[in-house]
């Protein structure tokens, strides 16, 4: 099942423990590399520190907000060493803009649609200028359509651009 952005910013954290609200996970932390949710920024509840909470940490996402196990899960953003290089990176997606491999601008990042179980990043929402989202709306693109993602910019493949066919073959050729 895929869920938006929205449903992945500013949500409540809720410990099953204490059965209450342990914090706010206010921001995702993207690795760029592979477009997977990797942990989110988060503000405890009790001591107003800025943590991390890791998405292996997370039971489940469910309306009221994101499960973890207990108040432990959430820690210091400087003890995480293997996530280091990506907390360094400060990626962010949202408003980074989209080119094809022909360097034509398509727009902005205005949302994305990430995958529950894995928490990877499927698809990409790409809002144009003013005139041609008047003339041909919103482009969504999906993850194999990406290039290269950058700190500057996401490259995807052209999507006017023909492919290659394949020669159809007759179908009593198949029977044979």
Same mark, same amino acid.
């Given at each position: 099942? &895929?869920?938006?952005?929205?449903?992945?910013?500013?949500? !409540?954290?809720?410990?099953?423990?204490?059965? @209450?609200?342990?914090? /706010? +996970?206010?921001?995702? =932390?993207?690795?760029?590399?592979?477009?997977?949710?990797? +942990?989110?920024?988060?503000? #405890?509840?009790?001591?107003?520190?800025?943590?991390?909470?890791?998405?292996?940490?997370? $039971?489940? =996402?469910?309306?009221?907000?994101?499960?973890?196990?207990?108040?432990?899960?959430?820690?210091?953003?400087?003890?995480? /060493? $293997? &996530?280091?290089?990506?907390? %360094?990176?400060?990626?962010?997606?949202? @408003?980074? !803009?989209?080119?094809?491999?022909?360097?034509?601008?398509?727009?902005?990042?205005? #949302?994305?649609?990430?995958?529950? !179980?894995? &928490?990877?990043?499927?698809?990409?929402?790409?809002?144009?200028? =003013?005139? %041609?989202?008047?003339? @041909?709306?919103?482009?969504?693109?999906?993850?194999?359509? =990406?290039?290269?993602?950058?700190? $500057?910019?996401?490259?995807?493949?052209?999507?006017?651009?023909?492919?290659?066919?394949? $020669?159809?073959? !007759?179908?009593?050729?198949? +029977?044979?």
């Amino acid at each position: 099942m &895929l869920q938006l952005s929205q449903a992945l910013q500013n949500r !409540p954290i809720m410990s099953l423990r204490t059965g @209450g609200e342990i914090g /706010i +996970a206010y921001e995702p =932390i993207i690795n760029p590399n592979n477009l997977k949710i990797e +942990a989110w920024f988060c503000q #405890d509840r009790f001591s107003k520190e800025k943590l991390v909470l890791l998405s292996q940490d997370v $039971r489940d =996402i469910i309306p009221q907000g994101i499960v973890v196990n207990d108040h432990d899960v959430l820690t210091e953003p400087d003890d995480l /060493i $293997r &996530l280091q290089k990506v907390l %360094k990176l400060e990626f962010t997606l949202l @408003g980074k !803009p989209v080119y094809t491999d022909h360097k034509k601008k398509l727009g902005k990042v205005s #949302d994305y649609a990430a995958e529950m !179980p894995t &928490l990877f990043i499927q698809k990409l929402y790409i809002s144009q200028s =003013i005139v %041609k989202s008047l003339s @041909g709306g919103n482009l969504s693109v999906d993850r194999n359509q =990406i290039v290269e993602i950058t700190n $500057r910019k996401v490259i995807v493949k052209d999507p006017l651009q023909p492919t290659k066919l394949q $020669r159809a073959v !007759p179908a009593a050729q198949l +029977a044979q």
